[in-house]
Nanobody, 111 residues
Framework: VQLVESGGGLVQPGDSLTLSCKAS????????ISWHRQAPGKERERVAG????????TYLDTVEGRFTISRDNNQNTAYLQMNDLRDDVTAVYYC?????WGQGTQVTVTS
């Protein structure tokens, strides 16, 4: 079982970034998918989630309207599009599929 995140990097305020989460080793379409983040010195928090097939999404209040979670069950991949990035976005972003976690990808916003 693997969840591999990619797409993180160093960006400036106002930039956009799209994270990807490629899954393998399990039936991706059977799992609720969520993105979480952990900033330095803080607890991990859930940023967004998406249901298995209907694609119903939920978001953390502070990112709603700026972040969009999506999934492609044919490609076993989930995405997190992040727009209008702000300093408080800096964190390691993790993909989650129930009991499975990815290794994380770092997003750093700096001016």
């Amino acid at each position: 079982v693997q969840l591999v995140e990619s797409g993180g990097g160093l960006v400036q305020p106002g930039d956009s970034l799209t994270l990807s989460c490629k899954a393998s080793g399990f039936t991706f379409s059977n799992r609720y998918i969520s993105w979480h983040r952990q900033a330095p010195g803080k607890e991990r928090e859930r940023v967004a989630g998406i249901t298995r097939t209907t694609g119903i999404t939920t978001y953390l209040d502070t990112v709603e309207g700026r972040f969009t979670i999506s999934r492609d069950n044919n490609q076993n991949t989930a995405y997190l599009q992040m727009n209008d990035l702000r300093d408080d976005v800096t964190a390691v972003y993790y993909c989650n599929a129930c009991e499975y976690w990815g290794q994380g990808t770092q997003v750093t916003v700096t001016s």
